[in-house]
């Protein structure tokens, strides 16, 4: 099974259109992989079907980085019982 780590960089790589073997934990979406506000919303969104899950989307959206959003989701799924 593939690791969190692993979904969220191919839902990133599928939303952005970057390539996930690129994709690095310490990346920001804005700054380093380009996502724009409607992106954002996008990911989100993207997550919640990979993983099951429902986000509280301002907080969601708080997330900047890839590993911050691997350590959100990671404690999210398990809060949901999703992992």
Do not use: W
């Not at 952005?16 to 969104?45: C, M, R, W, Y």
């Not at 900047?64 to 999210?76: K, N, P």
């Amino acid at each position: 099974m593939a690791t969190v780590e692993d979904r969220v960089k191919a839902v990133v790589a599928k939303v952005l259109h970057v390539n996930a073997a690129s994709i690095k934990p310490e990346q920001n979406f804005g700054t380093d992989l380009g996502a724009e506000s409607v992106q954002s919303i996008e990911l989100v969104a993207a997550f919640e079907e990979e993983f099951g899950i429902e986000l509280q989307e301002d907080e969601a959206l708080s997330v900047s980085t890839v590993g911050g959003a691997v350590e959100y989701l990671t404690r999210i799924c398990k809060e949901q019982g999703r992992l």
